[in-house]
């Protein structure tokens, strides 16, 4: 089961808290604390992703997207905007 963060409701000048809470996926997001009844929020992050040897570039050329800078030759990866 996934293991969502949630963080307290601010209220009255006090700093919100991150909670972590496993639950399953077609559960509906919680609105209180079970642990403190405090209002909690689902908080939406970037998730996490694996890129294993088998997920590295490709010599393909249908794999690139009209516009991707993979082979532009400007030496930065794609997506990178500094």
């Given at each position: 089961?996934?293991?969502?963060?949630?963080?307290?409701?601010?209220?009255?000048?006090?700093?919100s808290?991150?909670?972590?809470?496993?639950?399953?996926?077609?559960?509906?997001?919680?609105?209180?604390?079970?642990?403190?009844?405090?209002?909690?929020?689902?908080?939406?992050?970037?998730?996490?992703?694996?890129?294993?040897?088998?997920?590295?570039?490709?010599?393909?050329a249908?794999?690139?997207?009209?516009?991707?800078?993979?082979?532009?030759?400007?030496?930065?990866?794609?997506?990178?905007?500094?």
């Open positions: 089961m996934p293991t969502y963060v949630y963080e307290t409701v601010p209220g009255s000048g006090r700093p808290r991150k909670i972590e809470i496993v639950q399953r996926m077609a559960d509906a997001p919680l609105t209180t604390d079970p642990a403190s009844g405090e209002p909690i929020r689902r908080v939406v992050s970037g998730g996490f992703g694996y890129l294993g040897p088998a997920d590295g570039p490709t010599s393909v249908t794999a690139c997207q009209p516009g991707c800078a993979c082979h532009s030759g400007s030496g930065r990866q794609p997506g990178w905007n500094r």
